[in-house]
C-alpha cells in the first residue's frame, strides 16, 4: 500500500473505532466494544508501523499531503488546510502512539471489568473503549498534522478526551474538579498557543509548517531582525518577533506537558480510570508538547531567549517535581510527579537544543512510564481500588510478574546503564552539560540533582509497595495476580522498556535516522559527543566513570536505608525535617494560590461587577432610574391636557403671540 | 420574469401562520403539523436559494423591486447577497426546531405560539432581503409586536418587566435609525440601501448618522452598556422564544453593522472604531466574569451570548485599525459572519437544554441540579458537546469564527487578540462550570433521580443542531465560499472614504 492510505487508515481506523462503539456499544454490547476497538486499533498500529517500515528503513522520502481545504479564501489572503505530513519524527510518533494505545486498550479489557460502582446495563464499559479510541484519533491527528491549524486542533481535541477521562467516574465530586481544573489550566497554556500562531500567520502568511520553515531559511536574517511593537503606557515596546512567537508556542507546550506553574492539573488528573493515566497523562499526551518544540524547532532555534527560557522551566519542573514525588503516598501520584519530574527533563533538553535528545527521552519514557503505569494499576485492581501505599507493602511474594515488570520499569526510569531510560537521560545530561545558553549551568546542577531524586522516589515507592511486612488489607484482599488482560500488556512493554534504547540509539543520536528532520542545529549529546563517544556501547561502559551512575546509585540505597533496612531512621528524618515535609506535601503552595486568586478571585470580580456593574449602575442607575424620570415628566405633561378648551386656547394664543414676538424682533432688530 | 422566489419565501410563513390559525379552530394537533411540516417545507424553499446562488458575484440576487410609495419613492424591493444569504438559512432552520421544541413543552394555546413563530420568521426574513429602508425598517419594527407578544403571554413571572423592557430598548435604538434614514432620503433622493452605500456624505453627517446607526444596532447585538434588557428578556421568554431571540434576532444588530453602518458612513466608523472594538473587549472580558456568577442557567448563556457577540463587533470593526491589510480584513469580517452563523446553531441549542430540563424539573436554578448526566446519558452528551462548542472547541463551528477573529485582530493591535483571547479560558470557565454543576457529580436531588432522558423529538433536535456545528467545525469552507465576493465588495466600501476632498 502506498502512503497516504496507510497513513490515512492509521489515522481514521481509531475514530471508526470510537464512532462505531460510542453510538453502537449500548446496543452490542460489552464484546463488540473490545473487540471492535482492539480491531481497530491495531489495525491502526500495523498501518503506522508498515509507514514507519517504509519512511525509516525503506527510506521512502517524507511525504506530506492536503486532504481539504479547511478555509479558503483564494486570492483575498490565507488559506487553512487539513493535511498529513509523514516524516522520520511523525512516523516514529505514530507508531509510539498506536503501539501504546493499543496495549492500553487491552489491559482495559480486564481493568474495567471490575467495577461496583456501575451496574452491567450502564454503557460505561463501551464509553471507555470510545474515549481512548477517540483519544488516538487526535493524538494522530496532532502528530501527524503538517500545518499550525491542525496542530491546534489535535491539541485541543486532546484536551477534550483527557477532559471526559479525568471526569470519567463523573458522581465522584473529585473527579469533575480534577477535570474542570485540567481544561481551564491547558486553556491557559493554549491561549499562549493560539497567539503563537497568530504571529506565525501574521509574519509568515501561512500555517503550512514547510512553507514556513523554508521561508525561515532563505530570509533568516529578515526574520531575526523583525521587532514585534506592542503598545505600552510608556509608548510602544519592541520586542524581537521570533523571541515572541516561541515564547507564545512554548506557553502552549507548558500547559500540555504540564511545566511549571501550569503543572498542577497533571497530580489531580490521576482521578481518571488508570489506563488512561497510562496512555494520556504519561506516554503521549503530555509528552504533546515536546513534540510541538521538536516538530517546530527551525522557529525555535532562531531565539536564545526563548531556549534559555525553555531549559530553565524544564529544569526548575524536573527537580522540584520530583522533590514532591518523594512526600506523596498515593501510588498513582508517586507516577504523575515522577512524570511531570521526566517532563521537564525532555524540556529541558528541548532548551539545550537536543531535539532528538528530548524525542528520544518522550519514546523511551512512553514505554517505562506506561509500564509503571499499568503495573501501578495491576497493584490497584488487586487490592480493591486501595492506592495508598501505606496500606500496600510485601506484595512481592503476591504478585510476581507485577513485582518485576515494576522493577524493571524503575530501573529504566531512574537510568540504569543499558535501559531504554538510561540512554535519553544521559544524552540530556551530557547535552545540558554542553550547553553555553543562559542558565545552563543551573539546569544542570538540579538536572544532576533530579537523578537522585528520581532514584529514590522510584525505590522508595517500589520498596514500600512490594518489600516489608503485607499490612492488614494486603492480608484480608490477598491480592492475586489478576487478568491476561494486565498481564499481557505488561509483558508487552516490559521489552521496550529494557531493550529499546540500545536498539535505536546506534541509529538514532549516532547515526543519521533524524538528520533530515531535526539535524540542522541539533545538538544531542553535546557539540563533542562523535569525539567522545562512538556509539551506544561506549556510553554504557562509560557510565560507571560518571555522576548520574553513582546518583542514582545512592537514590535507591538511600531508600532502601530508610524504608527497608531502618525505619527508626526514616521517623527521625521526618520529624527533623518535618516544616520541609509540609512544604512539599503543600505542593509547595501552587494550588492554594491558584484557588485563593483564580477562582476565588474570579468569582469574587464577578460578583462585584454583576452587581455594581450591571444591576447597580446600569440598570437601576440609568435604565430603570431613566424610565422613572420618563414617567415623572410624562405624569406633570399629562396636566397639560387638561380637556379644558380654555385652556388649549390660551395656550395657543401664548403661542402665537411668541412665535409673532420673535419674529418682529428677528425681522426688525437684527435688519 | 421569473418566479419571485424571496417573496414566496417571504411570505409563505405568514401564510402557513393563517392557515395553523384556521385550522386550530377544528383540530390543535392538525394545527401543529401544518405549522411544522410548513416551516420544514420554508426551509426546503431556501435551499432552492442556497443552490441558485451565484458565488462569484457581489451583486444583489433573486432582485424583486416594485414601487410601493411612490410619493417617497419607497419601493417594495428584495435582494440577497452572500452576507444576508447565510442567515436567511440559519433563520429558516432556526424556527423549524423552535417549533419542533414547542410541540410538548408548551401546555397553553400551542397553535398560536405556532403561528407567531411563522409570523416572526416573516418579519426576520424580511429584515434581512429589504434593499429599501423603509422597507426594512418596517420589518424591524414589526418583528417586536410577534417577539413582545411570546415573551408577554407565555413567557415567565416576571414577563410584563421583561418584554416591556425588551420592547423599549429595541425602539428608542431604532427610532435614531428612521431619522438618519430620512436624513439621507432627504440629501440623496432614495431609500434604497445600495444607494445609500454610494451616497457621498460629508464627516460631520456621517458622524450623526454613525451614532444613529450604532444605537439601534448596539441595542440589538447587544453591546455593553445597553445589554441588560436580554438577560431579563431570555429569562423571562419562553424556550423557543429564546431560541429565536438569541439565534436570530441579535444578528440583526450583526447585520445592521456591515449592511449599513461600515459601507454607507465609512469615515466615521474609522474614527470611531476605538469605540466598538473597546466595547467588544469590554463585552468579552467584563461579560465573561459576570456570566461566571449566575446562578440561572438562561442568564449565563444570555450573557454569554452577549459575550460572544463581542466576537462579531471586534471582527466588524478592527479592519479600521489596519488599513490595506486586505487578507486580515477579510478574515475578520468573515469571521464575524461565521460566529454569527455559529451561535446561532450554539446559543439555540444550550437554550434547548435548558428548555428540556426546565420542562422536567421547572427550575433553572443551577443548584436543583447535579448528576443529570447519570441519570440522563443520551442528553448529557449533547449537553456536552454543545458547551465545548460554547467554550471554542476546535472541531466545533464554534471555534471557526473566533479562530479567524483573533488571527486578525492580532494583527491590528497584540493586546486586543490578547483580551480578546480571554474568552478561551473564561468561556470555558462559566461553561463548564455550569456543566459540572448540573451533570456531573452525584444525583442527590430525588426530583433529578427521576428525570427521563431525550423524548424523540428532543432528540431528533438536537441531532440536527449537533450535526451543523460539527460539519462547521470540521468545514467552514462552504459557509465563507457565499460570502467571499460579498464581504470583497463589502471591505472596498468600508475602507473608502466618502469625504469629497
Given at each position: 500500500?502506498?502512503?497516504?492510505?496507510?497513513?490515512?487508515?492509521?489515522?481514521?481506523?481509531?475514530?471508526?473505532?470510537?464512532?462505531?462503539?460510542?453510538?453502537?456499544?449500548?446496543?452490542?454490547?460489552?464484546?463488540?466494544?473490545?473487540?471492535?476497538?482492539?480491531?481497530?486499533?491495531?489495525?491502526?498500529?500495523?498501518?503506522?508501523?508498515?509507514?514507519?517500515?517504509?519512511?525509516?528503513?525503506?527510506?521512502?522520502?517524507?511525504?506530506?499531503?492536503?486532504?481539504?481545504?479547511?478555509?479558503?479564501?483564494?486570492?483575498?489572503?490565507?488559506?487553512?488546510?487539513?493535511?498529513?505530513?509523514?516524516?522520520?519524527?511523525?512516523?516514529?510518533?505514530?507508531?509510539?502512539?498506536?503501539?501504546?494505545?493499543?496495549?492500553?486498550?487491552?489491559?482495559?479489557?480486564?481493568?474495567?471489568?471490575?467495577?461496583?460502582?456501575?451496574?452491567?446495563?450502564?454503557?460505561?464499559?463501551?464509553?471507555?473503549?470510545?474515549?481512548?479510541?477517540?483519544?488516538?484519533?487526535?493524538?494522530?491527528?496532532?502528530?501527524?498534522?503538517?500545518?499550525?491549524?491542525?496542530?491546534?486542533?489535535?491539541?485541543?481535541?486532546?484536551?477534550?478526551?483527557?477532559?471526559?477521562?479525568?471526569?470519567?467516574?463523573?458522581?465522584?465530586?473529585?473527579?469533575?474538579?480534577?477535570?474542570?481544573?485540567?481544561?481551564?489550566?491547558?486553556?491557559?497554556?493554549?491561549?499562549?498557543?493560539?497567539?503563537?500562531?497568530?504571529?506565525?500567520?501574521?509574519?509568515?502568511?501561512?500555517?503550512?509548517?514547510?512553507?514556513?520553515?523554508?521561508?525561515?531559511?532563505?530570509?533568516?536574517?529578515?526574520?531575526?531582525?523583525?521587532?514585534?511593537?506592542?503598545?505600552?503606557?510608556?509608548?510602544?515596546?519592541?520586542?524581537?518577533?521570533?523571541?515572541?512567537?516561541?515564547?507564545?508556542?512554548?506557553?502552549?507546550?507548558?500547559?500540555?506537558?504540564?511545566?511549571?506553574?501550569?503543572?498542577?492539573?497533571?497530580?489531580?488528573?490521576?482521578?481518571?480510570?488508570?489506563?488512561?493515566?497510562?496512555?494520556?497523562?504519561?506516554?503521549?499526551?503530555?509528552?504533546?508538547?515536546?513534540?510541538?518544540?521538536?516538530?517546530?524547532?527551525?522557529?525555535?532555534?532562531?531565539?536564545?531567549?526563548?531556549?534559555?527560557?525553555?531549559?530553565?522551566?524544564?529544569?526548575?519542573?524536573?527537580?522540584?517535581?520530583?522533590?514532591?514525588?518523594?512526600?506523596?503516598?498515593?501510588?498513582?501520584?508517586?507516577?504523575?510527579?515522577?512524570?511531570?519530574?521526566?517532563?521537564?527533563?525532555?524540556?529541558?533538553?528541548?532548551?539545550?537544543?537536543?531535539?532528538?535528545?528530548?524525542?528520544?527521552?518522550?519514546?523511551?519514557?512512553?514505554?517505562?512510564?506506561?509500564?509503571?503505569?499499568?503495573?501501578?494499576?495491576?497493584?490497584?485492581?488487586?487490592?480493591?481500588?486501595?492506592?495508598?501505599?501505606?496500606?500496600?507493602?510485601?506484595?512481592?511474594?503476591?504478585?510476581?510478574?507485577?513485582?518485576?515488570?515494576?522493577?524493571?520499569?524503575?530501573?529504566?526510569?531512574?537510568?540504569?546503564?543499558?535501559?531504554?531510560?538510561?540512554?535519553?537521560?544521559?544524552?540530556?545530561?551530557?547535552?545540558?552539560?554542553?550547553?553555553?545558553?543562559?542558565?545552563?549551568?543551573?539546569?544542570?546542577?538540579?538536572?544532576?540533582?533530579?537523578?537522585?531524586?528520581?532514584?529514590?522516589?522510584?525505590?522508595?515507592?517500589?520498596?514500600?509497595?512490594?518489600?516489608?511486612?503485607?499490612?492488614?488489607?494486603?492480608?484480608?484482599?490477598?491480592?492475586?495476580?489478576?487478568?491476561?488482560?494486565?498481564?499481557?500488556?505488561?509483558?508487552?512493554?516490559?521489552?521496550?522498556?529494557?531493550?529499546?534504547?540500545?536498539?535505536?540509539?546506534?541509529?538514532?543520536?549516532?547515526?543519521?535516522?533524524?538528520?533530515?528532520?531535526?539535524?540542522?542545529?541539533?545538538?544531542?549529546?553535546?557539540?563533542?559527543?562523535?569525539?567522545?563517544?562512538?556509539?551506544?556501547?561506549?556510553?554504557?561502559?562509560?557510565?560507571?566513570?560518571?555522576?548520574?551512575?553513582?546518583?542514582?546509585?545512592?537514590?535507591?540505597?538511600?531508600?532502601?536505608?530508610?524504608?527497608?533496612?531502618?525505619?527508626?531512621?526514616?521517623?527521625?528524618?521526618?520529624?527533623?525535617?518535618?516544616?520541609?515535609?509540609?512544604?512539599?506535601?503543600?505542593?509547595?503552595?501552587?494550588?492554594?494560590?491558584?484557588?485563593?486568586?483564580?477562582?476565588?478571585?474570579?468569582?469574587?470580580?464577578?460578583?462585584?461587577?454583576?452587581?455594581?456593574?450591571?444591576?447597580?449602575?446600569?440598570?437601576?442607575?440609568?435604565?430603570?432610574?431613566?424610565?422613572?424620570?420618563?414617567?415623572?415628566?410624562?405624569?406633570?405633561?399629562?396636566?397639560?391636557?387638561?380637556?379644558?378648551?380654555?385652556?388649549?386656547?390660551?395656550?395657543?394664543?401664548?403661542?402665537?403671540?411668541?412665535?409673532?414676538?420673535?419674529?418682529?424682533?428677528?425681522?426688525?432688530?437684527?435688519? | 420574469?421569473?418566479?419571485?422566489?424571496?417573496?414566496?419565501?417571504?411570505?409563505?410563513?405568514?401564510?402557513?401562520?393563517?392557515?395553523?390559525?384556521?385550522?386550530?379552530?377544528?383540530?390543535?394537533?392538525?394545527?401543529?403539523?401544518?405549522?411544522?411540516?410548513?416551516?420544514?417545507?420554508?426551509?426546503?424553499?431556501?435551499?432552492?436559494?442556497?443552490?441558485?446562488?451565484?458565488?462569484?458575484?457581489?451583486?444583489?440576487?433573486?432582485?424583486?423591486?416594485?414601487?410601493?410609495?411612490?410619493?417617497?419613492?419607497?419601493?417594495?424591493?428584495?435582494?440577497?447577497?452572500?452576507?444576508?444569504?447565510?442567515?436567511?438559512?440559519?433563520?429558516?432552520?432556526?424556527?423549524?426546531?423552535?417549533?419542533?421544541?414547542?410541540?410538548?413543552?408548551?401546555?397553553?394555546?400551542?397553535?398560536?405560539?405556532?403561528?407567531?413563530?411563522?409570523?416572526?420568521?416573516?418579519?426576520?426574513?424580511?429584515?434581512?432581503?429589504?434593499?429599501?429602508?423603509?422597507?426594512?425598517?418596517?420589518?424591524?419594527?414589526?418583528?417586536?409586536?410577534?417577539?413582545?407578544?411570546?415573551?408577554?403571554?407565555?413567557?415567565?413571572?416576571?414577563?410584563?418587566?421583561?418584554?416591556?423592557?425588551?420592547?423599549?430598548?429595541?425602539?428608542?435604538?431604532?427610532?435614531?435609525?428612521?431619522?438618519?434614514?430620512?436624513?439621507?432620503?432627504?440629501?440623496?433622493?432614495?431609500?434604497?440601501?445600495?444607494?445609500?452605500?454610494?451616497?457621498?456624505?460629508?464627516?460631520?453627517?456621517?458622524?450623526?448618522?454613525?451614532?444613529?446607526?450604532?444605537?439601534?444596532?448596539?441595542?440589538?447585538?447587544?453591546?455593553?452598556?445597553?445589554?441588560?434588557?436580554?438577560?431579563?428578556?431570555?429569562?423571562?421568554?419562553?424556550?423557543?422564544?429564546?431560541?429565536?431571540?438569541?439565534?436570530?434576532?441579535?444578528?440583526?444588530?450583526?447585520?445592521?453593522?456591515?449592511?449599513?453602518?461600515?459601507?454607507?458612513?465609512?469615515?466615521?466608523?474609522?474614527?470611531?472604531?476605538?469605540?466598538?472594538?473597546?466595547?467588544?473587549?469590554?463585552?468579552?472580558?467584563?461579560?465573561?466574569?459576570?456570566?461566571?456568577?449566575?446562578?440561572?442557567?438562561?442568564?449565563?448563556?444570555?450573557?454569554?451570548?452577549?459575550?460572544?457577540?463581542?466576537?462579531?463587533?471586534?471582527?466588524?470593526?478592527?479592519?479600521?485599525?489596519?488599513?490595506?491589510?486586505?487578507?486580515?480584513?477579510?478574515?475578520?469580517?468573515?469571521?464575524?459572519?461565521?460566529?454569527?452563523?455559529?451561535?446561532?446553531?450554539?446559543?439555540?441549542?444550550?437554550?434547548?437544554?435548558?428548555?428540556?430540563?426546565?420542562?422536567?424539573?421547572?427550575?433553572?436554578?443551577?443548584?436543583?441540579?447535579?448528576?443529570?448526566?447519570?441519570?440522563?446519558?443520551?442528553?448529557?452528551?449533547?449537553?456536552?458537546?454543545?458547551?465545548?462548542?460554547?467554550?471554542?472547541?476546535?472541531?466545533?463551528?464554534?471555534?471557526?469564527g473566533e479562530f479567524m477573529v483573533i488571527l486578525a485582530a492580532l494583527q491590528a493591535n497584540v493586546w486586543w487578540a490578547l483580551i480578546a483571547g480571554l474568552t478561551l479560558i473564561i468561556g470555558a470557565a462559566y461553561t463548564l462550570?455550569?456543566?459540572?454543576?448540573?451533570?456531573?457529580?452525584?444525583?442527590?436531588?430525588?426530583?433529578?433521580?427521576?428525570?427521563?432522558?431525550?423524548?424523540?423529538?428532543?432528540?431528533?433536535?438536537?441531532?440536527?443542531?449537533?450535526?451543523?456545528?460539527?460539519?462547521?467545525?470540521?468545514?467552514?469552507?462552504?459557509?465563507?465560499?457565499?460570502?467571499?465576493?460579498?464581504?470583497?465588495?463589502?471591505?472596498?466600501?468600508?475602507?473608502?472614504?466618502k469625504i469629497s476632498n
Open positions: 500500500m502506498d502512503l497516504l492510505t496507510l497513513s490515512l487508515l492509521t489515522l481514521l481506523l481509531p475514530l471508526l473505532g470510537a464512532l462505531a462503539v460510542g453510538l453502537l456499544g449500548r446496543r452490542l454490547g460489552r464484546d463488540f466494544a473490545y473487540v471492535m476497538t482492539i480491531a481497530c486499533v491495531g489495525g491502526a498500529t500495523a498501518c503506522a508501523a508498515l509507514t514507519f517500515v517504509q519512511i525509516n528503513f525503506l527510506k521512502v522520502p517524507p511525504f506530506e499531503v492536503s486532504l481539504y481545504k479547511w478555509l479558503d479564501f483564494g486570492v483575498l489572503g490565507y488559506q487553512f488546510e487539513v493535511g498529513i505530513l509523514i516524516d522520520a519524527l511523525s512516523s516514529t510518533m505514530m507508531l509510539v502512539v498506536t503501539f501504546v494505545s493499543l496495549i492500553v486498550h487491552i489491559y482495559t479489557v480486564g481493568y474495567m471489568d471490575y467495577d461496583e460502582d456501575y451496574p452491567e446495563e450502564n454503557p460505561y464499559y463501551q464509553r471507555f473503549f470510545s474515549y481512548i479510541s477517540l483519544f488516538t484519533f487526535a493524538m494522530l491527528a496532532l502528530v501527524m498534522s503538517n500545518n499550525f491549524l491542525q496542530l491546534f486542533f489535535g491539541w485541543e481535541a486532546v484536551g477534550l478526551v483527557s477532559y471526559l477521562l479525568i471526569g470519567f467516574y463523573m458522581k465522584r465530586e473529585s473527579a469533575v474538579q480534577a477535570n474542570l481544573k485540567a481544561f481551564l489550566i491547558n486553556r491557559v497554556g493554549d491561549l499562549g498557543f493560539l497567539l503563537g500562531i497568530a504571529l506565525v500567520l501574521m509574519v509568515f502568511g501561512t500555517l503550512n509548517y514547510g512553507e514556513v520553515f523554508a521561508y525561515l531559511n532563505e530570509n533568516t536574517e529578515q526574520v531575526q531582525s523583525l521587532q514585534l511593537s506592542i503598545p505600552w503606557v510608556f509608548g510602544d515596546v519592541q520586542w524581537q518577533m521570533v523571541t515572541v512567537i516561541a515564547i507564545c508556542l512554548f506557553i502552549g507546550a507548558m500547559g500540555k506537558s504540564a511545566q511549571m506553574p501550569l503543572h498542577t492539573w497533571l497530580p489531580e488528573s490521576m482521578e481518571g480510570p488508570t489506563p488512561i493515566s497510562a496512555l494520556i497523562h504519561a506516554a503521549t499526551m503530555v509528552t504533546a508538547g515536546i513534540y510541538m518544540v521538536a516538530r517546530l524547532h527551525p522557529l525555535f532555534l532562531q531565539s536564545e531567549v526563548a531556549l534559555s527560557m525553555i531549559l530553565i522551566v524544564g529544569a526548575t519542573t524536573a527537580f522540584m517535581m520530583g522533590l514532591l514525588g518523594i512526600v506523596q503516598n498515593d501510588i498513582k501520584r508517586v507516577v504523575a510527579y515522577s512524570t511531570l519530574s521526566q517532563l521537564g527533563y525532555m524540556v529541558a533538553a528541548l532548551g539545550a537544543s537536543a531535539f532528538v535528545g528530548g524525542f528520544f527521552h518522550v519514546f523511551t519514557h512512553a514505554f517505562f512510564k506506561a509500564l509503571l503505569f499499568l503495573a501501578a494499576g495491576s497493584v490497584i485492581v488487586a487490592l480493591h481500588h486501595i492506592q495508598d501505599i501505606r496500606q500496600m507493602g510485601g506484595l512481592r511474594k503476591y504478585m510476581p510478574i507485577t513485582y518485576w515488570c515494576m522493577l524493571l520499569g524503575s530501573l529504566s526510569l531512574i537510568g540504569t546503564p543499558g535501559f531504554s531510560g538510561f540512554f535519553s537521560k544521559d544524552l540530556i545530561l551530557l547535552s545540558v552539560a554542553d550547553s553555553e545558553i543562559f542558565g545552563a549551568g543551573y539546569a544542570h546542577i538540579l538536572l544532576m540533582a533530579g537523578v537522585f531524586v528520581t532514584a529514590f522516589y522510584s525505590f522508595r515507592m517500589f520498596f514500600v509497595v512490594f518489600h516489608g511486612k503485607p499490612s492488614d488489607e494486603v492480608l484480608k484482599y490477598q491480592p492475586k495476580e489478576s487478568f491476561h488482560s494486565i498481564n499481557f500488556s505488561l509483558f508487552a512493554l516490559v521489552l521496550p522498556s529494557v531493550f529499546i534504547g540500545w536498539l535505536v540509539v546506534d541509529s538514532w543520536i549516532f547515526g543519521d535516522y533524524f538528520t533530515s528532520v531535526m539535524g540542522e542545529g541539533d545538538e544531542s549529546g553535546g557539540k563533542h559527543l562523535a569525539e567522545n563517544y562512538a556509539n551506544g556501547l561506549a556510553l554504557i561502559l562509560h557510565s560507571p566513570f560518571s555522576m548520574p551512575f553513582y546518583l542514582a546509585f545512592a537514590g535507591v540505597a538511600l531508600a532502601w536505608l530508610l524504608y527497608c533496612k531502618s525505619p527508626d531512621l526514616l521517623e527521625k528524618m521526618s520529624n527533623r525535617f518535618a516544616k520541609v515535609h509540609q512544604i512539599l506535601l503543600d505542593g509547595y503552595g501552587f494550588d492554594r494560590f491558584n484557588q485563593w486568586f483564580f477562582v476565588r478571585g474570579s468569582v469574587r470580580l464577578g460578583e462585584l461587577l454583576w452587581r455594581y456593574g450591571d444591576v447597580n449602575i446600569i440598570d437601576d442607575g440609568i435604565i430603570n432610574r431613566g424610565a422613572k424620570w420618563v414617567g415623572g415628566i410624562a405624569s406633570k405633561v399629562r396636566l397639560m391636557q387638561s380637556g379644558l378648551i380654555y385652556h388649549y386656547a390660551f395656550t395657543l394664543i401664548i403661542g402665537v403671540m411668541l412665535l409673532l414676538g420673535w419674529l418682529v424682533y428677528k425681522n426688525i432688530v437684527v435688519s | 420574469m421569473s418566479l419571485p422566489i424571496l417573496s414566496l419565501l417571504l411570505w409563505s410563513p405568514a401564510l402557513c401562520a393563517l392557515l395553523v390559525m384556521l385550522c386550530s379552530r377544528f383540530s390543535a394537533i392538525t394545527a401543529q403539523w401544518v405549522g411544522l411540516l410548513g416551516s420544514v417545507a420554508i426551509f426546503a424553499l431556501s435551499m432552492v436559494l442556497y443552490v441558485d446562488f451565484d458565488i462569484t458575484t457581489a451583486q444583489m440576487q433573486f432582485v424583486e423591486k416594485i414601487a410601493w410609495i411612490p410619493a417617497f419613492n419607497i419601493h417594495y424591493y428584495l435582494g440577497v447577497d452572500g452576507i444576508s444569504l447565510p442567515l436567511i438559512l440559519l433563520s429558516t432552520f432556526i424556527t423549524i426546531l423552535s417549533i419542533a421544541s414547542s410541540w410538548r413543552s408548551v401546555k397553553k394555546n400551542l397553535p398560536q405560539y405556532i403561528a407567531l413563530f411563522l409570523l416572526l420568521e416573516s418579519f426576520i426574513l424580511g429584515v434581512f432581503m429589504a434593499l429599501d429602508a423603509i422597507l426594512y425598517y418596517v420589518f424591524w419594527e414589526a418583528l417586536l409586536i410577534p417577539m413582545f407578544l411570546i415573551i408577554g403571554i407565555w413567557g415567565g413571572e416576571r414577563r410584563v418587566y421583561a418584554s416591556v423592557k425588551f420592547f423599549l430598548f429595541t425602539f428608542f435604538g431604532s427610532i435614531f435609525m428612521l431619522v438618519a434614514f430620512i436624513y439621507m432620503y432627504y440629501i440623496g433622493g432614495s431609500f434604497e440601501i445600495i444607494d445609500m452605500h454610494l451616497l457621498p456624505l460629508e464627516f460631520t453627517e456621517q458622524g450623526w448618522i454613525f451614532w444613529a446607526f450604532f444605537l439601534a444596532f448596539a441595542v440589538k447585538i447587544p453591546m455593553v452598556p445597553v445589554h441588560t434588557w436580554l438577560p431579563d428578556a431570555h429569562v423571562e421568554a419562553p424556550t423557543a422564544g429564546s431560541v429565536i431571540l438569541a439565534a436570530i434576532l441579535l444578528k440583526m444588530g450583526g447585520y445592521g453593522f456591515i449592511r449599513f453602518s461600515l459601507p454607507i458612513v465609512p469615515d466615521a466608523a474609522a474614527y470611531f472604531d476605538w469605540v466598538v472594538v473597546l466595547l467588544s473587549l469590554i463585552a468579552v472580558v467584563y461579560i465573561g466574569f459576570i456570566a461566571l456568577v449566575q446562578k440561572d442557567m438562561k442568564k449565563i448563556i444570555a450573557y454569554s451570548s452577549i459575550s460572544h457577540m463581542g466576537f462579531v463587533t471586534l471582527g466588524f470593526f478592527v479592519i479600521y485599525a489596519m488599513p490595506l491589510n486586505v487578507s486580515a480584513s477579510v478574515l475578520a469580517l468573515e469571521g464575524g459572519v461565521v460566529q454569527m452563523i455559529s451561535h446561532g446553531f450554539i446559543s439555540a441549542a444550550l437554550f434547548l437544554c435548558i428548555g428540556v430540563l426546565y420542562d422536567r424539573m421547572h427550575s433553572r436554578n443551577i443548584d436543583d441540579y447535579g448528576g443529570v448526566a447519570t441519570v440522563m446519558p443520551a442528553f448529557g452528551f449533547f449537553a456536552v458537546l454543545f458547551a465545548m462548542s460554547n467554550s471554542g472547541l476546535p472541531g466545533t463551528s464554534g471555534f471557526v462550570w455550569m456543566v459540572k454543576r448540573v451533570f456531573y457529580g452525584k444525583p442527590i436531588a430525588e426530583k433529578v433521580l427521576t428525570l427521563q432522558d431525550l423524548h424523540w423529538i428532543e432528540k431528533s433536535v438536537f441531532i440536527a443542531l449537533a450535526f451543523c456545528i460539527v460539519l462547521f467545525g470540521f468545514w467552514p469552507d462552504p459557509l465563507v465560499d457565499v460570502m467571499h465576493a460579498s464581504i470583497a465588495n463589502l471591505f472596498e466600501l468600508a475602507t473608502s472614504t
